[in-house]
């Protein structure tokens, strides 16, 4: 079955910087497109990035554009994202996910991991 | 404030029907599908519905979409206590490049 581990995340002082992480399993990680989301406290689902099956495009929402970086490694089915000159607004619960499609295209998110924390505050 | 918007709030008594709306552009739900996400209280959100009007296995046919123009909709009949979860609209907008959310609506079984 599908799986999505994130682990990474932490408490972080404003200006810092942090590496999430996703372990894939339970399907052919190489031919699916990534996503993260987040979720601020007692707040709605955002979108953060995506990232192409290969590796060769990636997108990102305004609100990180030039800040975080979306990178996956394929021999070992890992997904990251590279947080730099965080905010206190990027507090927020970091969700991995699953696109549906297997074309160079974005379509749902079918599966999501439990998420994992990120607090910035000094 | 979210691109796409939801009411913040509804609710149903046990088997009644509900209705969730969800409203955006021409360059989002305009012209292309929509999926919505199901959160139960302290978990990690679930597929609901995709591609506008498509349950994913193991998902009750109580659960429906549809869309009409730039607006969405989630209609859940036969009300069940379980039900009581956060749904979020999603999809598409061209105009970004990228994937928008609604704000969520919170759905309450009295």
């Known amino acids: 079955q599908v799986q999505l581990v994130e682990s990474g995340g932490g408490v972080v002082p404003p200006g810092g910087s942090l590496r999430l992480s996703c372990a894939a399993s339970?399907?052919?990680?190489?031919?699916?497109?990534m996503h993260w989301a987040r979720q601020a406290p007692a707040k709605g689902l955002e979108w953060v990035a995506y990232?192409?099956?290969?590796?060769?495009?990636?997108l990102y929402s305004d609100s990180v554009r030039g800040r975080f970086t979306i990178s996956r490694d394929n021999s070992n089915n890992k997904l990251y994202l590279q947080m730099n000159s965080l905010r206190a607004e990027d507090t927020a619960m970091y969700y991995c996910?699953?696109?549906?499609?297997?074309?160079?295209?974005?379509?749902?998110?079918?599966?999501w991991g439990q998420g994992d924390l990120v607090t910035v505050s000094s | 404030q979210s691109v796409l918007t939801q009411p913040p709030s509804a609710s149903g008594t046990p088997g009644q029907r509900v209705s969730i709306s969800c409203s955006g552009s021409?360059?989002?739900?305009?012209?292309?599908?929509v999926n919505w996400y199901q959160q139960l209280p302290g978990m990690a959100p679930k597929l609901l519905i995709y591609?506008?009007?498509q349950r994913p296995s193991g998902v009750p046919d109580r659960f429906s979409g549809s869309k009409s123009g730039a607006s969405a909709s989630l209609a859940i009949r036969g009300l069940q206590s379980e039900d009581e979860a956060d749904y979020y609209c999603?999809?598409?907008?061209?105009?970004?490049?990228?994937?928008?959310f609604g704000g969520g609506t919170k759905l309450t079984v009295l």
């Open positions: 996910a699953k696109d549906a499609s297997y074309g160079d295209y974005v379509s749902y998110f079918d599966y």
């Open positions: 339970g399907f052919t990680f190489t031919r699916l497109g």
């Open positions: 990232i192409r099956y290969d590796g060769s495009k990636t």
């Open positions: 021409t360059s989002n739900i305009g012209s292309n599908v």
């Open positions: 591609n506008t009007n």
């Open positions: 999603a999809g598409w907008d061209g105009s970004l490049n990228g994937v928008v």
